[in-house]
C-alpha cells in the first residue's frame, strides 16, 4: 500500500500565515503535480486543491494496479499506486500544500493588487484562497451525478456504479435512472436472481428499447415519471418515497443518472473552450483569463501521464518567470500573441474564399 502520509513541516514554517499564494493549482493528478512540485522547487508558495481525498488523478483512482510501461526510465514497468505516490512525495518534500476533499467552484478576479498585478481568488467548496497564478490541472473525467436524497444517508447501501457482488439472490435491488447504464445495470441483476424497481423521471425512458424489453421480460418493474422524493434506513434495508407516495424497500441502491461533465465547470470559469469543449490555451498554456493555466488531459489530443507532467512543468515555469517577470518576457508573449490572432484571422479568411493558406 502506497503511503500518503504528509511530512510534518518545520515548526517555524506556518502557512495559514500567509495573506495570499503565489500558485493555487486545481487538480492533483499527474499534470497538477508537477506543476506544483516545479513552482514550488522554484521558491514560489503552492497551494494544490483536490477533489478527492487522495492524490495522484486517473493513475491512482481508476487504474491504481495496472502496470504502466510507457514511462521512460521505468524499463519493467511502474503501477499507477506507486507512480502517484512517488510524485507526491516529491511534491510534500518540495513543500507544496495540500488541500484534499475540496472541490472548485470558481476563481474570481479581486481589486487587491501584490506587486503591481491584481490578484484571484479560487473560490473552493471549502474556503477560498487569494493567488497570483492559477493553474488548471481537473482532468477531462467525468463523475457519477449525486442524487443527494441517497447521499445524504452515507450508506454503503448505495451505489454510484454497478457494485461488484456476484449474486443478488433474493435481493430487492431499487434502480434509479432510465438510460443505457440504468437498464444495464437492472439487467445485471436480474440476471444474478436480484429482483428489480426501476425508478426513472422521463415518461418514456431514453435507453435502449431492447435493454428496457429485457428489463421487463425478466421481472424488472419499471416506475416512469417517477423521483425518489425521500429516504430513510428501514433496519438493514432502506425506503424509498417516489414522488406519488408510494414506497419501496430496497436491499441495494444503484443511481445511475448521469454524469457531471468537466465542461461544466469550464463553462462556469468563463474560459474560452476548443469546439471539442475542452479549455483553449495560448502557446505559454494559459487560457483566454489573464493568469490563469491550464493544463494536462483539460486540452489537447496526446491524453498522456508524460505529457500531462511536460505541460504543468512548462505552465509552471511560464507562470515563475511571469512573476519574477522580466518586462521583455511579457513583451514578447504579447508579441507571439498576436501573431497567432493574425494567424488565425488570415485562416479564417482564406477559408471563407476557399483558398488553401500559404
Ligand atoms: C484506463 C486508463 C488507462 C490509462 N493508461 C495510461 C498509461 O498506461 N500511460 C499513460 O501515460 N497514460 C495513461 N492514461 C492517461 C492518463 O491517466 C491521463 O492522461 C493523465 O492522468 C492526465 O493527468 P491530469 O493531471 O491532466 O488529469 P487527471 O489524472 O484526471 O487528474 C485530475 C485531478 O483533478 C481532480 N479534480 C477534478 N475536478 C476537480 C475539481 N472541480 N476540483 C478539484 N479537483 C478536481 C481529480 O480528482 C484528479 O485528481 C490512462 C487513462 C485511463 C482512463
Redesign the pocket.
Known amino acids: 500500500m502506497a503511503d500518503f502520509a504528509v511530512t510534518p513541516l518545520a515548526d517555524d514554517l506556518d502557512f495559514d500565515a500567509l495573506a495570499s499564494w503565489d500558485v493555487v493549482i486545481?487538480?492533483?493528478?499527474?499534470?497538477?503535480l508537477a506543476a506544483g512540485l516545479t513552482t514550488a522547487h522554484r521558491g514560489l508558495t503552492t497551494l494544490i486543491?483536490?477533489?478527492?481525498d487522495r492524490?495522484?488523478?486517473?493513475?491512482s483512482f481508476?487504474?491504481a494496479h495496472?502496470r504502466?510501461?510507457?514511462?521512460p526510465g521505468f524499463p519493467d514497468g511502474i503501477t499507477g499506486e506507486e507512480l502517484s505516490s512517488r510524485v507526491y512525495r516529491q511534491a510534500v518534500d518540495a513543500f507544496v500544500q495540500f488541500r484534499f476533499q475540496?472541490?472548485?467552484v470558481g476563481i474570481e478576479d479581486t481589486d487587491e493588487v501584490v506587486k503591481n498585478e491584481p490578484l484571484k481568488r479560487v473560490v473552493t467548496s471549502h474556503g477560498a484562497y487569494l493567488c497570483r497564478k492559477a493553474i488548471i490541472?481537473?482532468?477531462?473525467?467525468h463523475f457519477p451525478r449525486k442524487l443527494l436524497t441517497l447521499d445524504a444517508l452515507q450508506s454503503k447501501k448505495v451505489h454510484y456504479k454497478v457494485p461488484n457482488i456476484g449474486d443478488y439472490e433474493d435481493h430487492d435491488v431499487v434502480v434509479v435512472g432510465g438510460g443505457d447504464s440504468a437498464l444495464d445495470a437492472a439487467v445485471m441483476v436480474l440476471e444474478r436472481g436480484g429482483r428489480v424497481h426501476l425508478v426513472a423521471r422521463e415518461e418514456t425512458l431514453v435507453g435502449k428499447a431492447e435493454t428496457l424489453a429485457r428489463v421487463r421480460a425478466s421481472g424488472g418493474i419499471i416506475h416512469a415519471s417517477a423521483e425518489v422524493k425521500a429516504a430513510e434506513f428501514a433496519g438493514d434495508r432502506i425506503a424509498l418515497t417516489l414522488g406519488d407516495g408510494s414506497d419501496l424497500a430496497a436491499d441495494l441502491v444503484i443511481v445511475q443518472i448521469g454524469f457531471l461533465s468537466?465542461e461544466d465547470?469550464f463553462e462556469r470559469l468563463d474560459l474560452r473552450l476548443n469546439d471539442d469543449g475542452s479549455i483553449a490555451i495560448d502557446p505559454y498554456f494559459e487560457t483566454s483569463r489573464k493568469g490563469v493555466f491550464a493544463?494536462?488531459?483539460?486540452h489537447g489530443d496526446i491524453?498522456?501521464?508524460?505529457?500531462?507532467w511536460a505541460e504543468g512543468i512548462q505552465a509552471a515555469i511560464y507562470a515563475f518567470k511571469e512573476i519574477t517577470s522580466p518586462y521583455w518576457l511579457n513583451e514578447k508573449r504579447l508579441r507571439d500573441h498576436k501573431i497567432t490572432m493574425i494567424g488565425e484571422k488570415i485562416t479564417e479568411a482564406a477559408a471563407r474564399q476557399g483558398k488553401p493558406r500559404r
Not at 486543491?49 to 478527492?52: F, G, P, Y
Not at 504502466?68 to 514511462?71: L, P
Not at 490541472?137 to 473525467?141: E, Q
Open positions: 486545481i487538480g492533483a493528478g499527474p499534470a497538477g486543491v483536490e477533489a478527492k492524490p495522484g488523478g486517473q493513475p481508476l487504474y495496472k504502466i510501461v510507457d514511462i475540496e472541490e472548485l490541472g481537473v482532468g477531462l473525467l468537466a465547470t493544463v494536462g488531459d483539460v491524453k498522456l501521464i508524460t505529457v500531462a
